[in-house]
């Protein structure tokens, strides 16, 4: 008899618990020293977040016929760098929140102080977490430290975040405002996707079609978020709302109806780039138009 095939809801709901417990193993104990970073870190980390890129990584990997067990190390490592990115990005000298993951910004409990030396350190995290995972090959950790230290770059996720600041409250125009957030979120969409892939042996020209999906999921991600932000509660998202008032956002640029439809265009853009690989890449498919369905809201 045919086992019936989870659901991408029972997938994603078994990636999540794999995630959630990796995470809680590769960093220290709120009781070790230094016992207030330990617990900065941990307040953050373990905060309810939706882990779709983790998600990314592990399905990206299992398409391939990687397993959820050699591309859980790297999807927990793309998890350590996103919430450092979020914690840098409350800050006061970057966008002042107040809320995050559905509770007070680490540098309101913590200091800011701490909270730079626990994003640092989850970034550290990271990449230790890459060199160490004994059961891929030395390769293949070489290879997934490049993608993720180019995804973060000057070129890449700091590049976006410097745009962005420098260009509040100013006009910008469309190129720019692509290239802040496909930057700031798609270059790590793209690095979690081109990170399962590779754990799953793809290399080069093959990793293209994945870019190019990762690279339009990840601005209709960004589109949703600007949505949410704008119509969005606190309490729905769990953060501070109308963040970007100030900004200008997909949604300022071509209202919250064109921005909508610009982020279904871009999952139908991203669904087909998926076609060289055929049926096997459907897991992947579902994901992209599951996040437009039901929006980026935590779950
Ligand atoms: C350390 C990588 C690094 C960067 C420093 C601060 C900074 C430069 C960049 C900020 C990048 C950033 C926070 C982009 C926003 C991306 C975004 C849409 C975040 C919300 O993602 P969700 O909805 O959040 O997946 P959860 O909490 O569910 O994980």
């Keep these: 008899m045919s086992r019936r095939q989870p659901s991408l809801a029972e997938t994603l709901g078994e990636i999540r618990t794999r995630v959630d417990s990796r995470l809680d193993e590769l960093v220290p104990r709120e009781s070790e020293k230094p016992e207030l970073l330990h617990q900065a870190i941990r307040y953050s980390l373990t905060a ?23 591309a859980l190390d790297p999807a927990c490592a793309v998890e350590l760098v996103h919430t450092a990115s979020l914690i840098l990005d409350d800050l ?39 060199s160490e995972s004994a059961h891929l090959s030395l390769r293949t950790r070489s290879d997934l430290a490049a993608i993720l230290s180019r995804a ?8 976006g975040q410097t745009v962005d600041l420098r260009s509040t409250a100013q006009t910008i ?15 790590l969409f793209i690095a979690s996707a081109e990170m399962g892939a590779a754990v799953a042996g793809l290399s080069g020209k093959k990793l293209e079609p994945i870019h190019a999906y990762a690279k339009n999921l990840g601005l209709a991600f960004q589109i949703l978020d600007d949505l949410l932000d704008l119509e969005g509660t606190a309490e729905q998202t769990g953060k501070t709302v109308q963040q970007d008032v100030k900004k200008t956002t997909f949604v300022s640029f071509s209202g919250a109806s064109g921005a909508r439809s610009l982020a279904s265009e871009l999952v139908t853009v991203a669904v087909d780039a998926l076609r060289p690989y055929g049926r096997r890449a459907d897991p992947l498919r579902e994901l992209a138009r599951s996040l437009l369905r039901d929006g980026v809201v935590q779950h």
């Excluded at 973060?152 to 590049?159: D, F, H």
């Design 48 to 70: 309810p977040g939706k882990r779709v890129r983790p998600a990314l990584t592990i399905l990206a990997a299992t398409v391939f016929r990687g397993s959820i067990d050699l």
């Design 92 to 130: 006061p000298s970057m966008d002042d929140a107040t809320l995050r993951r559905g509770r007070k910004a680490n540098h309101l409990v913590f200091g800011e102080d701490l909270s730079i030396l626990a994003a640092f350190a989850l970034l550290n995290r990271a990449f230790s977490v890459v």
């Design 152 to 159: 973060i770059g000057s070129e890449g996720v700091v590049a």
């Design 173 to 187: 125009d469309f190129e720019t405002l692509e290239y802040i957030h496909s930057r700031k979120t798609g270059a």
